[in-house]
């Protein structure tokens, strides 16, 4: 996911004009070297960006807001008194400003974006049970997780083979049932877009009563 998102942001930098092409160059340089995506953000210096960029910090500083004002970052953490702020990468946005370039890369690389596109997510789905999914192996733990994950790889194959395959089962108790993903990032990304598909896969194979809790992988 991450090679796909710098990718994006590369393409869609080098489509641009000169201006947006360098500003595009500093940002896949910065998460490349600095990005934590486990807890999904960086946390730079302005000093330590403005010697990665060979620029000045005044410089630094105008590059920040404008991806703040471009809601390409998400500040999580605003630096003061000495402190170094925290910056999220805004995936939506990075899908937004790249869509149109995605076809240049190749079609692959197109279909495997526009799978995980959250603007191409419907409410209605239509699902063929007689044809049988190939995108990935069910998902054969011993656990409950193995039919919700089948339920899933039904109903969203796309979404499965990206999303939902790579999940682990942690545990089913305590109303809590809880699994983990490889990232904070994709934590936040299924809370955002699929926490209620996932917790209608689990209320429908596992039962009632039971909160959808994602962890991080460590």
Known sequence: MKYDVLTAL???GLHGAPAQQISMTRLCT????????????????QPEMARMW??????????IKRWVDDRLLICVRKGVR??????????????EISRATWAAVGTDYAE???SMDPAQSSSVVKVDFAK????????????????????????????????????RFVSDEGGRYTLAARSGFVVRYLETHFSTVIAEAVQ??????RRIVLIADV
């Not at 910065?30 to 210096?45: E, P, S």
Request: net charge positive.
């Open 30 to 45: 910065l998460i490349t070297a600095r990005y934590n995506w486990k807890l999904d953000h960086f946390c730079v210096g």
């Open 82 to 95: 000495g402190r170094v702020g925290a910056y999220r990468l805004n995936i939506l946005r990075v899908f």
């Open 54 to 63: 060979h620029v000045t910090e005044r410089t630094v500083k105008r590059e």
């Open 132 to 167: 049988t999914v190939q995108d990935v192996p069910p998902v054969n733990d011993g656990t409950s997780w193995s039919a919700v994950s089948e339920r899933l790889r039904a109903l969203y194959p796309d979404k499965h083979r990206n999303w939902f395959a790579p999940l």
């Open 112 to 114: 495997r974006m526009e």
């Open 10 to 12: 590369s393409v869609s």
């Open 204 to 209: 429908a194979e596992v039962g009632l009563g």
